[in-house]
């Protein structure tokens, strides 16, 4: 598979060994970085892809979440445009910060004021530098197999990498004695609890509500702030994994799709915690506020991801992944598909993982093995396995996605089990 993968992509290939000569790994998304090379893509229309090479795909990776819209949506075109007629980047606060900021307020529960930065990464940053400012204490409490930016990678086994001066305590996903245990030999000197509502990259693994809800109790009995990382579960209501599941944070953090598809990031939370931001804690940054996020973030969320559309987004992935499970439990092979609503993520075990794991190289075989077969079917998906459903992806596609699944699973049976 490999091969045909690699013989069907000479000019993805020579981008690569030219990308390699001015790049350490060939660009700079680390999960672009896969073997042999990454398929190099010319184009997006709605929800379709096409590579350098000619290939046309559906795009089913949804720009890792931020491509909620697809790549043709008629309401942001329009304003992206009209909004370059205007300047680029002002270098002033404009209506449209005001307009976002508070139609974000008036969705997500925790939300009393809210900031903007260019990544999610950056939210967490700032989430994190405004909690220690808070609390006055330096540890954060975050989860093997966790995900919260570039610079924020937590290990699934092992102690943290050493990429940030920051004081971080691991505990185990989904798991309320490790993070009780957790809590009280740091409790005091935690400052806050950094988790996301599922493990986004950790492969789509769902967090308890009862374990969110322990994680509730915990901040409040140690004094630490609760930060729900909702970079890629904010879309599974209008208010987000909080509204859904009636647990409140003290903050929470936003990025991917909210600016209608730009760079956006943003980070808010209870008043007199945000309020630090007008005396103790600086925030700058050039494009914090920059005008086609801004602009394409007010029709995104103002005018095209309504309550009713994403309860709708939610009910498809629901169903989607009901129909894959189902297809792989006829096969009789062990594959399953994890995650909430239109995120979904591949796995090659049984039952389906309840947190994090390290896979075997079996496992690891197999993803690769997924991935090059959807590709050879038209699908383009992340790497690891992921499917982000964005809004164009319709029944059609859907059923383009299941045939897939169910040929793979037919096919590839005796490699499977
Ligand atoms: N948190 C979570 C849960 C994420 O999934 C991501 C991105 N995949 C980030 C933070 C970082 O966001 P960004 O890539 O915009 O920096």
């Known amino acids: 598979a490999r091969a045909r993968y690699a013989g069907r992509r000479p000019q993805s290939a020579a981008l690569r060994e030219k990308a390699m000569e001015v790049m350490p790994g060939g660009n700079t998304r680390t999960l672009l970085s896969y073997a042999p090379f990454p398929t190099a893509m010319a184009r997006g229309e709605d929800c379709r892809l096409w590579d350098i090479d000619g290939h046309s795909y ?36 404009g209506e449209n910060e005001e307009k976002l900021a508070r139609l974000l307020c008036g969705r997500f529960p925790s939300l009393d004021k809210v900031r903007f930065t260019n990544s999610g990464t950056e939210g967490n940053l700032m989430a994190l530098t405004v909690a220690r400012v808070f609390t006055g204490r330096d540890t954060v409490m975050v989860f093997r197999g966790g995900y919260h930016g570039g610079v924020l990678t937590f290990p699934l086994s092992g102690s943290n990498p050493a990429t940030l001066p920051l004081s971080f305590t691991l505990a185990d996903y989904n798991d309320i004695e490790s993070a009780t245990a957790v809590a009280n030999a740091h409790a005091g000197s935690l400052a806050a609890i950094l988790v996301e509502p599922m493990q986004g990259s950790g492969g789509c693994i769902p967090a308890s509500p009862e374990f969110l809800a322990a994680l509730r109790s915990l901040a409040d009995k140690t004094g630490a702030l609760l930060i729900f990382d909702e ?29 209608g598809g730009m760079s956006f990031g943003g980070f808010g939370g209870r008043a007199d915690i945000m309020e630090l931001f007008e005396s103790r804690v600086p925030h700058a940054g050039t494009f914090n ?66 947190r994090g794991y390290a896979s075997t190289a079996d496992e690891e075989a197999l993803r690769e093995l997924f991935f090059f077969d959807m590709l050879e079917a038209g699908i383009y998906l992340a790497r690891r396995g992921m499917v982000a459903l964005s809004l164009p992806v319709g029944p059609a596609e859907l059923d383009h996605f299941v045939k897939a699944v169910t040929e793979f699973c037919e096919s590839r049976a005796p490699l499977l089990r």
């Open 58 to 93: 559906l795009d089913l990776c949804g720009e890792y979440t931020a491509g909620l819209f697809g790549h043709s949506q008629p309401r942001i075109h329009e304003v992206l445009h009209a909004t370059l007629q205007r300047g680029i980047n002002l270098a002033a606060v």
């Open 231 to 259: 970079v890629m579960t904010s879309r599974m209501s209008a208010g987000g994994m909080q509204a859904r599941l009636g647990i409140t944070p003290d903050l929470t953090t936003l990025g991917k799709y909210i600016g």
């Open 289 to 354: 506020n920059n005008v086609l996020t801004m602009a394409a973030g007010c029709v995104a969320m103002g005018e095209i991801f309504t309550a009713e559309v994403a309860e709708l987004l939610f009910q498809r992935g629901e169903d989607l992944r009901a129909q894959v499970n189902d297809v792989a439990r006829a096969a009789k092979v062990p594959v399953c598909f994890t995650g909430i609503g239109s995120l979904l993520n591949v796995h090659f075990r049984l039952p389906a993982p309840d």
